[in-house]
């Protein structure tokens, strides 16, 4: 683990949520458990294997030496480690331990100038994910430049932010300057932090916020639109929810309807069985009207030996 123990000794203090150290990535041998991200005043180290006394108190003495050269006076060293092992995956649990200080309630944290809440001692997810911050770049430079560009736009796109969580994307969208997002996902407890996400970052008006599943409220989805932007983040595998090897392609079916003419879809994949080939086929064997534009680079920390591995998102457009 010597390859997190250099990233924490070179990292500088960070003033939004980013990942520092990406293990998982395999382009540190000896570190593949491990990922540190910060979530700002407080870190959260994760290993996906048993760490022991020694590791923890290695990354401990690390992240106080770090610490005490580049903090402001007297601020405290927070941090926070998670187990997310095999086993506790496969039961949908993590031990997850204070190691030091204390976190915020509410903890509020800044990525791209954007504010969002967010809970690293409980669950697997912290509610937002960090690896898609340049999709969520994506989407607020493609629509802000589209109202720019197009005089007929002025009004903003319409868009659908399907699996929409703590609704991210919808943020990124409307500060773009959407015309309006409807967030669709079924998780309530999650919506509501969407709602709050709004309210941070004073965005009082625009967005919609339909608590149900995705695939059963398909007649009200479709009323709503067709939307310039489609938007599809969903889980991998969550039974009960989506599986992507059976459900993306009852998603891909439904989005030439879904689109106005000449909108895109954005579509996300953090699958590391899949590769991205597994979207593109799809949509040209189910929606062959849609084409291939361009796969939205993943922040640089998180590069991998096998980018098919990592997460994809796809960029496609209508006719």
């Not at 690390?62 to 187990?83: C, I, K, S, T, Y």
Request: proline share 6%.
């Amino acid at each position: 683990m010597q390859a997190l123990l250099d990233a924490i000794a070179a990292m500088p203090l960070p003033t939004e949520a980013c990942r520092i150290f990406h293990g998982r990535g395999g382009m540190h041998p000896g570190s593949e458990p491990w990922t540190l991200d910060a979530y700002p005043p407080v870190f959260v180290a994760t290993s996906f294997a048993p760490a022991t006394d020694e590791q923890l108190a290695a990354v401990g003495a690390a992240l106080q030496a770090r610490w005490a050269l580049v903090a402001p006076a007297g601020e405290p060293l927070n941090w926070v480690f998670q187990h997310r092992g095999e086993a506790l995956r496969i039961e949908g649990r993590t031990d997850t331990r204070l190691m030091a200080g204390s976190v915020p309630d509410p903890h509020i944290v800044t990525e791209q100038s954007a504010q969002f809440r967010v809970h690293v001692l409980r669950g697997q997810n912290h509610g937002l994910f960090l690896d898609m911050g340049e999709g969520r770049r994506w989407v607020r430079e493609r629509i802000a430049a589209h109202k720019a560009l197009e005089p007929r736009a002025s009004r903003g796109m319409k868009v659908l932010n399907l699996f929409a969580y703590t609704c991210a994307f919808s943020v990124a969208a409307l500060r773009g300057g959407a015309r309006h997002v409807v967030n669709v996902d079924m998780a309530r407890g999650a919506m509501a932090v969407g709602q709050q996400n709004h309210q941070l970052n004073g965005l009082t008006a625009g967005a919609s916020f339909l608590a149900h599943d995705v695939f059963s409220t398909w007649g009200k989805i479709t009323r709503s639109g067709p939307y310039d932007l489609v938007i599809a983040d969903p889980p991998s595998y969550q039974k009960g929810s989506f599986v992507a090897t059976k459900d993306y392609a009852r998603l891909i079916r439904r989005l030439p309807d879904l689109l106005a003419p000449g909108g895109h879809a954005l579509l996300c994949l953090n699958a590391p069985e899949l590769g991205a080939a597994f979207l593109q086929d799809q949509v040209r064997e189910l929606a062959p009207e849609l084409q291939f534009v361009e796969r939205v680079a993943n922040p640089a920390v998180f590069a991998d030996v096998d980018e098919e591995r990592s997460l994809k998102v796809l960029v496609f457009r209508g006719v």
